[in-house]
């Protein structure tokens, strides 16, 4: 899917020096040792995925313009903090204000490494692990607002989002090509999550594929979108096919930037085969259950259902 900001923040990528991206680094960090070796790039495991101090980052939110965008949500006086104790798993925090979990805004955690792809039956896949930008873990909330029926809770939401999942998608694309990376991936842990990534990203696996836009036809179009994200949570949807009820088990998403994987993944035969799993499933909600459920939680419906 072609995002607005793409071609507007590839120019601004281009412009951001490695300067710019390690600022505030500490002298000895900085020697011309273990910053450049043969010719490149060398990767510390002091800053953020190997390359980004905190103000390195903070540069770079600023330079994307997402300073400006959420002072336009009344979020100021951001705050970056990076933790790189696990040399495997790093995490970016954003607040607003004091550094606390009422004033988060952001929380990221990521790894980079191969991802064996072969675990999930591929057919036809390339016999090789690609090494992938990998999203543990991506909160963007606004814990200034209240949930209300436009901007209704999700599951897992403690606040609502922020509107710019778009944006940062792209940096992370970015983010990934200037770590020589093939791709990103992550494996959504709600039903909303991954409909919302599939819009750039998708699934490893044609039968997590089939099963997502299964739900989109069948119960998307019938229902409202927060109705059919509990129903995923709370178990509430039966395929009328077999009677057997969904449990939400997600794997792999995958946004491919490599040509190999760009070939395999949007390819007649991965379509076919998404196209022939499709047809085992037929999806209902279970209104009663999804009722209980939702009032033994507390959680408000904001439609009437039949």
Same mark, same amino acid.
């Given at each position: 899917m072609k995002s607005r900001f793409r071609k507007q923040y590839i120019k601004i990528a281009r412009k951001l020096t490695l300067a710019d991206l390690q600022a505030g680094a500490e002298? =000895?960090?900085?020697?011309m040792d273990n910053i450049v070796s043969a010719g490149r790039v060398e990767q510390s495991s002091n800053f953020f995925m190997g390359v980004f101090t905190r103000q390195g980052l903070k540069n770079a939110i600023d330079a994307f313009g997402l300073t400006e965008a959420l002072a336009r949500l009344g979020l100021t006086d951001l705050q970056v903090d990076i933790d790189t104790s696990d040399p495997h798993t790093h995490r970016l925090y954003v607040f607003t204000g004091d550094a606390c979990d =009422? %004033?988060?805004i952001c929380e990221m955690v990521v790894k980079k490494g191969p991802v064996n792809? &072969? &675990?999930?039956?591929l057919p036809k896949f390339p016999d090789r692990s690609p090494n992938l930008l990998q999203i543990e873990w991506l909160l963007l909330q606004n814990p200034r607002i209240s949930f209300d029926e436009i901007r209704p809770q999700l599951p897992g939401q403690q606040y609502p989002g922020l509107g710019i999942g778009d944006r940062m998608l &792209? #940096?992370? #694309? #970015?983010m990934t090509r200037r770590l020589r990376l093939e791709g990103l991936i992550n494996k959504p842990r709600y039903y909303h999550t991954a409909f919302m990534f599939t819009k750039d990203f998708v699934f490893t696996n044609p039968r997590n594929q089939a099963i997502l836009f299964s739900i989109n036809r069948d119960l998307v179009r019938k229902y409202k979108f927060h109705t059919?994200?509990?129903a995923a949570h709370y178990d509430c949807i039966i395929n009328h096919e077999t009677g057997s009820t969904l449990v939400w088990d997600s794997d792999y998403l #995958?946004?491919?930037?490599?040509k190999y994987m760009l070939k395999y993944f949007y390819s007649k035969e991965y379509q076919k085969a998404v196209e022939r799993?499709?047809? %085992?499933y037929t999806f209902i909600i279970d209104i009663n259950k999804f009722q209980k459920s939702m009032q033994k939680n507390k959680i408000p419906i904001y439609e009437q259902l039949i």
């Amino acid at each position: 899917m072609k995002s607005r900001f793409r071609k507007q923040y590839i120019k601004i990528a281009r412009k951001l020096t490695l300067a710019d991206l390690q600022a505030g680094a500490e002298s =000895n960090d900085l020697t011309m040792d273990n910053i450049v070796s043969a010719g490149r790039v060398e990767q510390s495991s002091n800053f953020f995925m190997g390359v980004f101090t905190r103000q390195g980052l903070k540069n770079a939110i600023d330079a994307f313009g997402l300073t400006e965008a959420l002072a336009r949500l009344g979020l100021t006086d951001l705050q970056v903090d990076i933790d790189t104790s696990d040399p495997h798993t790093h995490r970016l925090y954003v607040f607003t204000g004091d550094a606390c979990d =009422n %004033n988060k805004i952001c929380e990221m955690v990521v790894k980079k490494g191969p991802v064996n792809l &072969q &675990q999930d039956n591929l057919p036809k896949f390339p016999d090789r692990s690609p090494n992938l930008l990998q999203i543990e873990w991506l909160l963007l909330q606004n814990p200034r607002i209240s949930f209300d029926e436009i901007r209704p809770q999700l599951p897992g939401q403690q606040y609502p989002g922020l509107g710019i999942g778009d944006r940062m998608l &792209q #940096i992370l #694309i #970015i983010m990934t090509r200037r770590l020589r990376l093939e791709g990103l991936i992550n494996k959504p842990r709600y039903y909303h999550t991954a409909f919302m990534f599939t819009k750039d990203f998708v699934f490893t696996n044609p039968r997590n594929q089939a099963i997502l836009f299964s739900i989109n036809r069948d119960l998307v179009r019938k229902y409202k979108f927060h109705t059919v994200a509990w129903a995923a949570h709370y178990d509430c949807i039966i395929n009328h096919e077999t009677g057997s009820t969904l449990v939400w088990d997600s794997d792999y998403l #995958i946004l491919p930037l490599e040509k190999y994987m760009l070939k395999y993944f949007y390819s007649k035969e991965y379509q076919k085969a998404v196209e022939r799993e499709m047809k %085992n499933y037929t999806f209902i909600i279970d209104i009663n259950k999804f009722q209980k459920s939702m009032q033994k939680n507390k959680i408000p419906i904001y439609e009437q259902l039949i």
